[in-house]
């Protein structure tokens, strides 16, 4: 403890030397990942557009926030009178909230960029005359039940969680005990085979843990290896989620109902889309009598250790790895994650699931990093003949397969993820209608479509540049009068497949479970419909199943009785949607990263795919290209 200790006081005094003694710093505490330094004058801090701290960052190398000192702030009242009256009246000011463990003030607003101001002048100026920090929150323009919880949790244990960061702060910046030796990379779940995603990281010193998934199929799901003896729950440093689709964060409570406390590393709108679909997946395994792998209450511990991060923020994880996360092109707040490894001893970027290539609601993933020698990337369509459709090309075939479906006077029903495929799609159909390229008919989505929807319009600096500039000038393009939220339809779906011509949107995206289910029981056997799959079927799914040409399907009823319904719909594949880089856009990514890689792990691919992707690989970038099965280790340094 002596050495930890030292390292610490190291960062202390460091510190308390660059500052002047008239900013009367109180105290300097660890919280996580960032360095919180408490001063009865912090305006000294914030002269100059934050020059001191610029200078601090620049010669401690960590990130610092400055917070009032609590015996000198304003009471609540009288701070919230001081905010009110900085702030423009444009902001529209919703809620302010003082956090009185953290020293924080929360002001959500339906602009937030007033109560921000040029440059953070007005942040500025709210910290140095109220001593409180400000953190700045957007009003979902759609309200947010998952928001509205998630903000609460925090706001409720907040005791608790500083707590915890200030534990995992002296864990970071504890004293480097053991040299760089080694670093592996080790394959616990996703490596030939697409699903349940998890990577060990491991150093002498430290071990992080990369994404952990579950993998869908027919009745049960499988998990990652996390019964290894190198994943041990005293030992684990951090664990990093990419995105929030299931197959990659899905079985994240699970560690914590076994004891694991450890800080948990992602982008914001992650952390919520996150808590949503972890709990719908509790929600249907319970409505279908399995047996819950963890409860609601795990599911909210794995949120209240969650620290979010930006786009492009260099953040210490560990006494020798620091994490960027860069924007991934997948779904909303999807990264890609950089990992740095001592001073400069090593550099691996997991692409998790990316897409080369703008999409409706997102711009394409970042290639640039400052350096890699480590490239483990996902070859999802790494086959030979997996070149999908340009996004023009399917937008076409969609508005065709719909546009003739309508004309028979049938209903189309697109089974979607609920992040990423269904706003995009969801766009799409609605401006064809709008564009007179269909004609008007109700688009039912159901299956927390729309909650996911809520949670993309909180965080319009995640989108396309256009689509962010409508929800800034408040022309919301999800609030549509085509499109209709279904909000637990239960018997009222027999009513809606009455409707027609219309539009059926619902999850699952793979048929694994969710109300899709009870509208292809209703529709199966409707010749006039049809069933349109625009997202990635994994192998033992009921959708590959159908698309390999299953046509006979057994549907169970609440009392345990099988019925069988013979498929007539019309099945059609639109995949010009995927949010996975085609093998077109893999094999460009490999020409365009930079720097260029020496090693590449091809993982997130079916066996055959990854074979047929690596002698590509090989001839693209010259690189050792290497496809290791689950439980393997790859020793890099």
Not at 318 to 343: E, V
Not at 427 to 441: C, K, Q
Not at 473 to 482: D, K
Request: aromatic content about 8%; proline content about 5%.
């Amino acid at each position: 403890m002596r050495k930890v200790s030292n390292a610490i006081q190291d960062v202390k005094n460091a510190i308390l030397s660059l500052v002047p003694p008239e900013a009367e710093v109180t105290r300097i505490d660890f919280e996580g990942p960032k360095i919180a330094v408490y001063s009865r004058r912090p305006h000294v801090f914030l002269a100059n557009r934050e020059e001191l701290i610029k200078k601090l960052v620049k010669t401690i190398k960590k990130r610092v926030v400055v917070r009032g000192d609590p015996e000198a702030r304003l009471k609540e009242r009288e701070a919230e009178e001081k905010i009110r009256d900085i702030v423009p009246e444009e902001a529209n000011i919703t809620l302010i909230y003082f956090n009185e463990t953290t020293g924080e003030v929360e002001i959500e607003a339906e602009k937030p960029g007033y109560v921000i101001g040029r440059d953070g002048v007005t942040l500025r100026r709210i910290l140095a005359e109220t001593l409180w920090y400000p953190k700045v929150l957007r009003k979902p323009p759609i309200a947010s039940r998952t928001i509205y919880e998630v903000r609460e949790l925090f706001r409720s244990r907040s005791d608790e969680r500083l707590r915890f960061l200030r534990v995992v702060g002296h864990r970071i910046y504890r004293r480097q005990l053991i040299a760089n030796e080694y670093v592996r990379i080790i394959a616990l779940g996703g490596f030939q085979e697409v699903g349940r995603s998890a990577i060990l990281i491991e150093t002498p010193e430290s071990r992080v843990l990369l994404d952990a998934g579950v993998k869908p199929s027919l009745g049960r799901e499988e998990y990652p290896y996390f019964d290894l003896p190198e994943l041990d729950p005293d030992t684990l440093d951090a664990i990093v989620i990419t995105h929030a689709h299931l197959d990659h964060c899905g079985s994240l409570p699970y560690l914590f109902k076994y004891g694991f406390k450890v800080p948990v590393y992602m982008t914001e709108p992650t952390l919520y889309l996150m808590k949503l679909l972890q709990e719908d997946y509790l929600k249907i395994a319970e409505r279908d009598g399995r047996q819950l792998p963890y409860s609601h209450r795990d599911v909210a511990e794995a949120v209240l250790h969650s620290y979010t991060l930006k786009y492009g923020e260099v953040t210490d994880i560990a006494p020798d790895i620091r994490l960027t996360l860069y924007r991934s092109g997948h779904i909303l707040g999807a990264a890609l994650a950089h990992i740095h490894i001592g001073q400069g001893l090593v550099n691996i970027v997991y692409t998790s699931d990316f897409k080369f290539a703008r999409t409706g609601i997102l711009d394409p993933a970042n290639y640039q990093f400052p350096r890699v020698e480590v490239l483990i990337m996902e070859t999802t369509y790494g086959g030979h003949q997996d070149y999908l459709p340009g996004r023009g090309e399917a937008e076409r075939i969609l508005i065709e397969i719909v546009r003739k479906t309508f004309e028979r006077g049938g209903i189309v029903l697109i089974p979607v993820l609920a992040v990423g495929r269904a706003q995009d799609v969801l766009l799409v159909l609605n401006e064809a209608m709008e564009r007179g390229l269909l004609p008007s008919a109700p688009i039912y989505i159901e299956g927390m479509i729309d909650e996911v929807t809520a949670i993309h319009t909180a965080f319009p600096e995640y989108l396309t540049p256009s689509l962010r500039e409508r929800i800034y000038r408040g022309e919301n393009p999800f609030t549509s009068p085509n499109i209709n939220i279904l909000r637990q339809a239960g018997e009222e779906r027999g009513e809606i497949v009455r409707i027609r011509p219309s539009i059926i949107m619902s999850t699952s995206g793979m048929l694994t479970g969710g109300p899709v289910m009870d509208y292809l029981k209703l529709l199966a056997e409707d010749e006039k419909s049809s069933l349109v799959f625009v997202s990635y079927q994994i192998e033992g799914t009921l959708g590959r199943k159908i698309l390999q040409g299953l046509r006979r399907l057994a549907f169970v009823d609440a009392r345990g009785k099988v019925e069988m319904r013979e498929l007539k719909m019309e099945v059609h594949r639109v995949e010009g949607f995927s949010g996975h880089s085609d093998r077109r856009q893999l094999e460009f990514y490999l020409r365009k990263i930079t720097p260029k890689p020496k090693r590449i792990i091809l993982v997130h691919g079916e066996r055959s795919k990854i074979k047929s992707f690596k002698r590509q690989a090989e001839r693209i970038s010259g690189a050792e290209v290497l496809t290791p099965q689950n439980l393997e280790a790859i020793r890099v340094v």
